[in-house]
């Protein structure tokens, strides 16, 4: 088959040939992913709780209502909470909800276009990553250090505790009555592209996973590199603790791993998956990341539902191909989480 390892073989060598068998396959899938590349994420708390700290109704010409709320759980060691903001239109009813991983702490940031989002009819919990804890490898700080480690290769990385707060976010908004929960998405850039995959890979609660220019260990498919796109040996050079150690061994050769990133991707069927790219964004290898979504598409097959219908033919700048539940685009320009990009996932989360 064309794509390594094979999506549809189990690990001892049996065909995936039914929907029965693809939730056994998946449950693999997810247990591998976890020992091997993100780390194993702990059990959700029994109770997650949202306290409302300030509201701001005067927000976007009125449009949009912004409360600063705390995220709340019991860990093994005691009380955490990280701080979220709501963005909600001001508008009566059920709005379908972004919880947007944010690269940054400010409410108007470049990544961020909320009046546009206000006005397409949607809601924002904003989380700024670095609240979790921090981009580093220190695992006393924020989350990382309210759970005990193993010490075993298969502790979480960053990755892993971003991702686990996006669903505690979602534990959350989803009592809230303005959130429809049937329209529910995780959104993330880059790093927190990866992040979203992630977190929409373990918790089918996301009907919508959107990963913007992700890249290596996101969704490009890695086993393909085209032109000087990162590898597996400088992303674990450089961001070692973004993943569990056993990832580290596979620096050295990559094709090593019983998995690829088709694998991660696969995880979201039979849901909507978006994958974006930029034209220019040679790091993260947007032919790589359209290749994820060709290798994925049988696991939504399987399930009866039209994956991803565009092929390997490389997409023309400015091309979205869609027509399944699995999107791709390729936005022309850099490395950067645009306004383009937002009204794709507008658009997908309206049809
Ligand atoms: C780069 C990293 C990429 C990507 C990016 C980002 O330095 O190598 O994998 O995640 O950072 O998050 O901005």
Redesign the pocket.
């Known amino acids: 088959m064309r794509f390594q390892p094979e999506l549809m073989t189990f690990a001892d060598g049996a065909p995936v040939v039914s929907a029965e068998d693809w939730k056994r396959r998946r449950a693999e899938m997810l247990d591998l992913l976890s020992r091997e590349e993100y780390g194993i994420t702990p059990p959700a708390p029994a109770a997650v709780r949202g306290t409302v700290n300030a509201v701001d109704e005067k927000c976007c010409a009125g449009h949009a209502v912004i409360e600063d709320l705390t995220v709340s759980f019991d860990t093994p060691k005691g009380g955490y909470s990280f701080p979220c903001r709501f963005f909600r239109p001001a508008s009566e009813g059920k709005h379908p909800l972004f919880v947007f991983l944010n690269f940054f702490p400010e409410v108007y940031n470049k990544y961020f276009p909320l009046e546009e989002i206000i006005d397409g009819g949607f809601a924002v919990a904003a989380i700024y990553y670095k609240d979790v804890t921090h981009d580093d490898g220190d695992f006393t700080d924020g989350i990382a250090g309210m759970y005990p480690r193993r010490g075993d290769g298969t502790d979480w990385g960053k990755i892993g505790m971003w991702a686990f707060c996006a669903s505690r976010a979602a534990d959350y908004f989803l009592t809230r009555p303005e959130v429809d929960a049937d329209r529910l998405a995780v959104i993330g850039h880059?790093?927190l592209g990866?992040t979203a995959l992630w977190a929409g890979a373990q918790d089918e609660r996301f009907r919508y996973v959107i990963s913007n220019d992700s890249?290596?260990s996101g969704a490009a498919y890695e086993r393909e590199k085209h032109g000087s796109s990162?590898t597996v040996a400088k992303?674990t050079g450089?961001?070692p603790f973004w993943f569990c150690d056993n990832f580290l061994r596979y620096a050295k050769d990559p094709d090593e791993r019983p998995f690829d990133q088709h694998f991660l991707l696969s995880l979201i069927a039979p849901r909507r998956l978006a994958v974006n790219s930029a034209s220019l964004d040679e790091?993260a290898d947007p032919l790589g990341e359209q290749l994820s979504c060709v290798a994925c598409s049988p696991a939504w097959e399987l399930l009866g539902v039209r994956g991803f219908t565009g092929g390997e033919t490389p997409a023309k700048v400015g091309e979205l191909l869609s027509g399944g539940n699995v999107q791709y685009y390729l936005r022309d320009g850099t490395h950067f989480l645009s306004r383009a990009d937002w009204q794709i996932y507008m658009d997908m989360m309206s049809e």
Request: with cysteine; charged share 40%; aromatic share 20%.
């Open positions: 880059s790093r990866k890249g290596c990162e992303i450089k961001f790091w």
